[in-house]
């Protein structure tokens, strides 16, 4: 069965744009995870969907947003974009959350400029 | 895929070698763990998980063993092959929704 999707693949924004990124989970998993990836800081969750709520946040400002559709589908957004925020952004999917059995999409890298 | 910058500690191994590569986590309350298995330009795969009510389990070529005294989780490789060479990522779960990752491991395979 197909797996978890990420588009775009790439995306190069300027500072102040907002940015919508999206994820669509493997088949039949309720649960969608965000996570930022970067050299300096490595993997760092951003939130976590389940059946359309949003369960659990991470340490990122308000302008980091997500939502998730009652396909399951998810999309995060980005506001004001920094510089810092280039990153590759990698999405999550599972069956019951929690982190169980989570597997990742190739993700979207983002380059602010 | 990412690299987790320029302090990744790095294992070598010759092909054909045994791999051993470890994780040390900070929190006793986690109850689960998964490895998984970034290659460049790649999201990271999936390997093998465990809970904490184990401490060790086999799958194909891979062993993970788990020590909660000490809090260390390891990756065994068996027959490391050229193909196995990525940055391996442990993460851990306290029975919240999000994984905690570890910074990586690089693994670097030559013949």
């Known amino acids: 069965k197909a797996g978890v999707t990420q588009t775009p693949r790439y995306l190069i924004k300027t500072r102040g744009q907002q940015v919508t990124l999206s994820c669509s989970p493997i088949s039949g998993h309720r649960s969608v995870s965000w996570y930022q990836q970067t050299p300096g800081q490595g993997l760092q969750f951003l939130f976590e969907?389940?059946?359309?709520?949003?369960?659990n946040k991470g340490n990122f400002p308000g302008r980091f947003s997500g939502r998730q559709f009652s396909n399951s589908r998810s999309e995060m957004n980005v506001s004001t974009l920094e510089l810092g925020d280039s990153a590759l952004y990698l999405c999550?999917?599972?069956?019951?959350?929690?982190?169980?059995?989570?597997?990742f999409g190739q993700g979207t890298r983002l380059t602010v400029v | 895929g990412e690299s987790v910058g320029l302090h990744l500690p790095t294992l070598s191994v010759q092909e054909g070698d045994n791999s051993i590569i470890n994780c040390a986590y900070s929190n006793s309350a986690s109850d689960y763990f998964i490895w998984y298995k970034q290659e460049s330009g790649k999201g990271p795969q999936f390997i093998i998980d465990?809970?904490?009510?184990?401490d060790k389990r086999q799958g194909q070529r891979v062993t993970v063993l788990l020590n909660k005294t000490v809090k260390h989780l390891s990756l065994q490789i068996a027959a490391t092959q050229p193909g196995d060479s990525a940055v391996y990522f442990c993460a851990e779960n306290t029975g919240t929704d999000k994984l905690i990752f570890g910074t990586g491991t690089r693994l670097q395979v030559f013949p």
């Open positions: 969907y389940f059946s359309e709520t949003q369960r």
């Open positions: 999550a999917s599972s069956l019951v959350g929690q982190g169980l059995e989570a597997f």
């Open positions: 465990i809970r904490s009510n184990m």
